[in-house]
């Protein structure tokens, strides 16, 4: 938590969701300040909840040019953070360049820019690591946090049923350890694990909990989305639906002690007990996806495109009649009430505004704890 004060935060989501409401009515776009890329769909794992894998390896993909490229456009000078995810970005030869690239941009372009998050299944220990350093010293020297998120979705063989691949636990704790390692030397890396909770891990989650706690990682718990969009897997939803006794474990996990300060968690709880999240959401308006081909997406979940990104400049692709009808409808797609995203609540709270503002009224001074572990500083 930097300098900000309670009441300096309060003054800013007050405005913030005055500008938000406004621009909700009108469908007008804001600055985004948060940006996914799925800088590849080819992917080693086979995971039973996710089918981005089976996209064709022959489907073209933007090269590392493009996509520096694209981040250099002046529209995207107000970006704090990106999100970088696949497939399995590690796949790529030249992931490096492509860190570096955006390191150099962070001077001139993406002046803004605190953090840059990376997304693994960690079966890669060797290149994984090997590019990791390279990363960091690059960013060392630019002021940039590393996020490196690590997909754990059980502690020992369960973990092999969901990602279908043979020693998957004993690659990622490796993958996990020597990331530790590397952060004695780079204070600037930031190491976490992301859950998909799905009916095959619901007892694995009080395990990872505590192993992500003596490690010292951070953690992303949330149940598997089912979406025609990001995650292609309308075709899994038979075995990925939750048994009412499956809601009630997370209930209960969700409502534990460790999740006491979480927004995310109170908000899994009350869609668990309703069948319905609420929830703030900026998709369209602070944040969009991009898929490794160009297509443009507001919201990741929402199988509706904006456009390409090799066609048109980004501020068109975002001024469209398509987008401006998008975000008015905000909140109100089918997909949104089942919508258990945490990066999107995350992104929204500071722009939406007004939920989070509710929050501090209510934590006073525990505020500065919540505000600390979301990482949000950077937007206020």
């Known amino acids: 938590m930097t300098g900000h004060s309670l009441a300096g935060i309060a003054a800013k989501l007050l405005y913030n969701g005055l500008i938000y409401r ?10 985004p300040q948060a940006v996914s890329l799925e800088i590849t769909h080819r992917c080693i794992a086979r995971c039973i909840m996710c089918n981005i894998w089976r996209i064709p390896k022959e489907e073209p993909e933007l090269s590392i040019d493009e ?81 490196v998120v690590c997909a754990l979705d059980a502690i020992g063989e369960v973990h092999e049923k969901i990602r279908n691949v043979k020693d998957a636990f004993k690659k990622v704790i490796s993958t996990i350890d020597k990331l530790s390692e590397l ?18 891990n619901i007892d694995e989650l009080e395990d990872i909990s505590k192993y992500a706690r003596e490690r010292g990682l951070f953690t992303i718990m949330s149940p598997c989305i089912i979406t025609s969009g990001r995650y292609l897997n309308k075709d899994n939803k038979k075995e990925l639906q939750f048994s009412k006794e499956d809601k009630e474990k997370m209930i209960r996990f969700f409502k534990g002690g460790q999740f006491r300060w979480s927004f995310h968690a109170d908000s899994l709880v009350k869609y668990l007990k309703t069948g319905f999240m609420r929830k703030p959401c900026a998709c369209g308006f602070n944040y969009f996806f991009i898929r490794s081909s160009g297509e443009l997406y507001l919201c990741p979940l929402v199988n509706m495109s904006s456009g390409n990104i090799k066609d048109e ?68």
């Open 22 to 31: 406004y621009k909700n009515i009108t469908g007008k776009p804001m600055k």
């Open 183 to 200: 952060r004695g030397r780079y204070p600037n890396l930031i190491i976490g694990i992301k859950t998909t909770i799905l009916p095959l």
């Open 313 to 380: 400049e980004i501020k068109s692709l975002l001024l469209s009649s398509n987008a401006t009808e998008f975000r008015k409808k905000v909140c109100k797609f089918p997909e949104c009430r089942d919508c258990t995203e945490p990066g999107l609540e995350r992104y929204a709270l500071t722009c939406e505004g007004f939920t989070y503002l509710r929050a501090l009224f209510k934590l006073g001074q525990r505020f500065k704890l919540l505000h600390s572990q979301l990482g949000l500083d950077k937007y206020i």
């Open 67 to 147: 996509w520096l490229t694209f981040l250099s456009d002046d529209f995207l000078s107000d970006v704090r953070e990106l999100d970088i995810t696949g497939g399995e970005p590690f796949l790529l030869d030249d992931i490096d360049l492509l860190f570096t690239g955006i390191s150099r941009l962070s001077k001139r372009n993406l002046t803004k820019l605190k953090s840059v998050a990376v997304t693994t299944n960690g079966f890669l220990t060797d290149r994984v690591i090997d590019k990791t350093e390279k990363i960091l010293m690059d960013f060392s020297k630019a002021g940039l946090d590393l996020v």
